[in-house]
């Protein structure tokens, strides 16, 4: 399926390049600022609560008028998306390795008479988590504008995207509980505690609040290719014949969801995008 995406999409690009030789086309290259958002509707621990978080946008874009009305437009572009979450969360088993095996971990809870910790019965902390994902976006819209002087237009058209790059960045002190509320912390042997000797506190103590101020980086565990659609609209002022500048508000969705474990969730990336764009007719 991956495959056969990526090389409709090249098969279309190759066509409309062809066609540049025989067109009156116009060249131009945009930048803008772009606010992501993840969003899952599977109710996923690990993907509930996510808000959007800004980044960057810009690239090259290639317009082939058909007619006064309408053309076709396709783009090579570097987008950033992710989301960000604040506040009590599941801790992976993967992330909490630097305490110990899990097997161990799980050990000393049932010394406890703990439940086992996994992906599906997690920990909690309280900190900051940030998705950080980038992106090679390639779409192919539809573009249909009117006006003289003054254009305004509207876009609308799939896109395939490749993962370059993915960082979860989490910030923050806290203790580790039990539950989601907070209220049974984690707990660890007391050093100083000897048997019979009431004076030398409990056997098990509170583990104390943990750093959780790390890079991640996660891609292995994201799908690499992502499509989906972009639909917009803006406004074109025309300098001359052949130089054109526009404001443009793109809104773009990812109909493949991230994950490649269900279990950590069924993520769809998504942004709104404000640009500014120059073009040249060649």
Request: aromatic content about 12%; glycine content about 10%; charged content about 20%.
């Amino acid at each position: 399926m991956k495959s056969t995406t990526t090389f409709k999409f090249i098969l279309l690009a190759c066509f409309l390049l062809s066609q540049a030789i025989e067109a009156q086309i116009k060249i131009g290259a945009k930048a803008g600022y772009s606010v992501g958002r993840l969003t899952d509707n599977s109710n996923n621990i690990y993907t509930e609560d996510y808000e959007s978080t800004s980044g960057i946008d810009f690239g090259m874009t290639l317009e082939f008028p058909v007619s006064e009305l309408f053309s076709i437009q396709t783009e090579v572009l570097y987008t950033q998306r992710g989301g960000t979450r604040e506040g009590m969360q599941p801790i992976p088993t993967k992330a909490l390795e630097s305490f110990g095996s899990i097997e161990q971990l799980n050990f000393m809870l049932a010394l406890q008479g703990k439940d086992p910790v996994s992906d599906t019965n997690p920990m909690y902390a309280d900190f900051t988590n940030e998705s950080d994902l980038n992106y090679i976006e390639i779409p192919i819209l539809g573009k249909l504008g009117w006006g003289e002087t003054w254009r305004f237009y509207v876009e609308a058209g799939p896109y395939v995207g490749f993962l370059v790059s993915s960082t979860q960045r989490t910030s923050g002190s806290s203790l580790i509980t039990l539950d989601e509320q907070g209220t049974d912390p984690l707990r660890v042997l007391n050093p100083n505690y000897v048997p019979g000797d009431p004076t030398s506190g409990p056997p098990w103590v509170p583990l104390p609040p943990q750093s959780f101020d790390a890079d991640t980086d996660t891609k292995s565990e994201l799908n690499t290719l992502n499509f989906g659609f972009h639909a917009g609209a803006g406004l074109i002022r025309e300098i001359s014949d052949k130089h054109e500048v526009y404001l443009g508000f793109r809104g773009s969705w990812g109909a493949k969801t991230i994950q490649k474990d269900k279990v950590y969730g069924e993520s769809h990336i998504g942004g709104l995008v404000f640009s500014l764009g120059y073009a040249y007719t060649l």
